[in-house]
């Protein structure tokens, strides 16, 4: 019980011109085997064209408690909108 | 359901003036249908009954391979062989996404492994009966299958992320099952009188423990409340089984079958089937331990998992070796 195989995330490309999107994670021994359950665990329904693992303790994600500082900043710059700026239809498609 | 007997808290649920601060901002969140994440913070008894659920859920599809890969040598032709083996790997693969699921709650998958070795952990009821003919891989596929989509799909909007996704997966797949399961049935229907008394002997013996598989009766689910209020249960036990009863005996009807119940009986002003009780002691015995196949159940994943020791441990000692070496030759 005490030799328990280490975590991975898995990310599938779902078609070509797609980025690699998070699906979820397994168990396996090393990187190999790890590509080899995610294609069983992940892509029994030709659900990908392209699998990354990554070991979930080499993941290192934004606290909880930082939303606030980290993305509140994006809140009040409402320029960075194409539809902040009013363009007269006369210009035609811009 | 697959997690027929989810413990909470057992406490009362609060009121918003009741709860401090956090708890306050953490159950508007949850009324406002945003969904909770791993790292977020949550009551203790969220993640307790979580964990609970989760594992449970998990740990039943994973023994309900076992009723199933019974009569994987068994089956009657080539692609009957190939479809019920997609089918059973399928709910491998639910249980690992439900393990991993329940993992990002911080427990391990080696001590939820342990706990349903051990007994502690509980799984679905339903497993617990064995596959005597062919005719039960269908019944399983169309009722047991069935009556698992009407509790996930309610699921899917549960208020815990992981869980959430997980059966949006798992959702996705299912119809499957309960569709190849139809069309056993179906067959065996069309078939010989001697294969159409298999399928109604079949329906006969998983009626009832189809039944039971939503739970025991609202009146004597202590902990559905709570897990409603976090969002973690969406319909009571007696709401689902009411409509898995609607779905499924038209369904019956057109495979000129009968469910055992002479109570069953259409209620025109409830708009709803009229059934008998279930046999609630029968209920209570096999999730104990005392169905006709628990002991035969837990032996089997203990003996999978003592077999597959050296083989889990070779390929990690095999991993460690590599990793070494790569160092030493950096
Ligand atoms: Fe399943
Ligand atoms: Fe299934």
New interface residues.
């Given amino acids: 019980?005490?030799?328990?195989?280490p975590?991975w995330e898995v990310f599938i490309r779902g078609q070509h011109g797609l980025s690699h999107r998070h699906v979820?994670?397994?168990?396996a021994?090393?990187a190999e085997?790890a590509v080899n359950n995610a294609r069983?665990?992940y892509t029994?329904?030709n659900e990908g064209v392209s699998i990354w693992v990554a070991r979930a303790v080499d993941i290192t994600?934004s606290?909880?408690g930082d939303k606030g500082p980290l993305f509140e900043p994006a809140n009040s710059k409402i320029y960075r909108h194409p539809t902040f700026f009013d363009i007269p239809d006369e210009v035609g498609k811009m | 359901m697959y997690a027929q007997q989810v413990k909470s808290t057992g406490a009362r649920v609060k009121s918003l003036e009741e709860m401090d601060a956090q708890e306050r901002a953490f159950q508007e969140r949850i009324d406002a249908g945003i969904k909770i994440e791993p790292k977020d913070w949550m009551p203790e008894g969220y993640r307790k009954t979580l964990i609970r659920q989760i594992s449970q859920h998990a740990h039943s599809e994973i023994v309900g391979q076992l009723p199933e890969g019974n009569w994987i040598t068994s089956a009657p032709t080539l692609d009957r062989k190939a479809i019920l083996i997609a089918k059973v790997q399928d709910e491998a693969g639910h249980g690992l996404y439900l393990y991993c699921a329940a993992e990002t709650l911080g427990v391990s998958r080696d001590q939820m492994t342990k706990d349903l070795l051990s007994g502690k952990a509980k799984y679905s009821s339903i497993f617990n009966y064995p596959t005597l003919t062919w005719a039960d891989i269908g019944a399983i596929g169309w009722l047991v299958d069935g009556a698992a989509i009407m509790n996930q799909v309610p699921l899917q909007r549960c208020s815990f992320g992981p869980y959430s996704r997980a059966m949006i997966r798992v959702c996705k797949e299912e119809s499957f099952h309960q569709r190849q399961g139809y069309d056993i049935m179906m067959k065996l229907c069309d078939g010989t009188v001697e294969q159409k008394e298999m399928a109604q002997d079949a329906l006969n013996r998983w009626w009832w423990p189809s039944l039971m598989m939503f739970g025991p009766s609202d009146n004597d689910s202590v902990h559905s409340a709570q897990s409603m209020a976090w969002k973690i249960k969406q319909d009571s036990n007696d709401e689902l089984r009411q409509k898995f009863v609607d779905q499924t005996v038209p369904q019956a009807d057109y495979l000129g079958l009968k469910p055992p119940d002479p109570d069953i009986k259409w209620n025109e002003a409830r708009g709803a089937y009229d059934f008998g009780e279930v046999d609630w002691e029968e209920f209570f015995r096999v999730v104990k331990g005392g169905g006709p196949c628990n002991k035969e159940r837990l032996a089997a994943r203990n003996k999978a998992w003592d077999d597959g020791a050296w083989f889990r441990d070779g390929l990690m000692a095999y991993a460690a070796t590599r990793d070494a070496r790569k160092v030493a030759a950096e």
């Fill in positions: 019980m005490s030799n328990e195989w975590l979820g994670s397994l168990h021994p090393d085997m069983d665990v029994r329904r994600a606290a909880p």
